[in-house]
């Protein structure tokens, strides 16, 4: 169906009169008891495996390559799929529209990623629900993958692999993830990689941390090493900023978001990167300790950066970079 032929109706979730617009067709078995629908139906009768939410702020550039990744290795109907637009004052719920018409798009007034979650979330019932940022690339293959060892009762919460496409990045930007991606704690949390997947209890465990900036840090703080599992079968491509200064800008997010976690009671000390961290990741891979500069003074600029934020309390103002969108 045509964007300009899509229903546009108003619904009210959770007592929020506020209300927000759902451009899709529906795709619930209609529940007439009251209580929440029943998990959606493909094409062919066949019912979804999984659940997919992808907040998204202005996205119009990326979100088709995110949408188009997730058919591939799919079939019709097998994944629910939620575009919540948030605040957009471009095009992207039409693009999300065209991109794929079994996507279900809803429109929120507000600009901020975790009212769109709320809403995605509470647009749905099915479970593993798997959340995605809208500038991700992951094939349904790989979604598949993902939500196996949840399915199976072996794991709370997983994400994919990080594929981070350096081609292109200045030389300052190279550097620091290549430093970044030796840390031990960014190859074994679940932060940093723009997807993740959660079962029922898992989604239950992490309601409270809502709101939060850097809220792939406290998810994945938020279960011990035995409840989660990064699945060596399933790859995200997560775009870095090309430009230094689109790096301090991510850079700067993630130190304000680090302050608030911490604050929270979000954050394990085990998360942290230390100097005794940096120093063994010298030792142990000395052609990434030349570039330890880099990453320290990126660190540190942020850092300082951030204090403006922090002392006021402004966990919201969210600052993007635009060089990995295009």
């Known amino acids: 169906m045509p964007p300009s032929e899509v229903q546009v109706s108003r619904l009210t979730k959770m007592g929020d009169s506020s209300g927000f617009r759902d451009g899709s067709k529906g795709g619930y078995d209609q529940d ?30 990326s ?61 749905t019932t099915l479970f593993p629900r798997v959340h995605v940022d809208a500038d991700i690339e992951l094939s349904g293959t790989a979604l598949l993958a993902l939500i196996e060892p949840i399915r199976r009762g072996e794991a709370l919460a997983t994400a994919p692999v990080r594929n981070i496409p350096l081609a292109g990045c ?19 949390g679940l932060f ?33 090493h035995a409840e989660r599992r990064v699945v060596a079968g399933a790859v995200a491509v997560v775009r ?17 978001g680090n302050v608030q976690a911490a604050r929270m009671g979000a954050r394990r000390d085990s998360s942290r990167t230390t100097l005794r961290t940096l120093l063994r990741v010298a030792v142990a891979q000395p052609g990434v300790a030349v570039r330890l500069p880099v990453f320290v003074t990126v660190w540190a600029i942020a850092t300082v950066r951030a204090r403006g934020a922090v002392r006021s309390g402004d966990f919201e103002t969210w600052q993007r970079d635009e060089s990995s969108r295009t």
């Open 32 to 61: 007439h008891s009251g209580e929440h629908p029943r998990s959606p139906k493909g094409p062919g009768g066949e019912m979804a495996v999984a659940s997919v939410i992808i907040p998204a702020h202005n996205e119009a550039s």
């Open 63 to 123: 979100i088709v390559r995110c949408l188009s990744a997730l058919r591939d290795g799919t079939s019709p109907g097998q994944l629910e799929v939620i575009v919540v637009c948030n605040g957009c004052t471009d095009d992207t719920a039409q693009v999300a529209r065209r991109a794929d018409p079994r996507v279900r798009v809803i429109e929120i007034d507000m600009p901020s990623k975790s009212e769109a979650v709320r809403v995605g979330n509470a647009s």
């Open 170 to 188: 200045s030389r300052w930007v190279r550097w620091y993830y290549d430093v970044w991606v030796a840390l031990p704690q960014v190859q074994a």
């Open 192 to 224: 940093g990689r723009g997807v993740v997947a959660l079962s029922a209890p898992a989604q239950a465990r992490v309601e409270h941390l809502a709101g939060m900036m850097s809220d792939d840090l406290g998810l994945s703080d938020e279960f011990d």
């Open 240 to 256: 870095p900023p090309r430009t230094l200064s689109d790096l301090l800008k991510r850079r700067v997010r993630v130190a304000t």
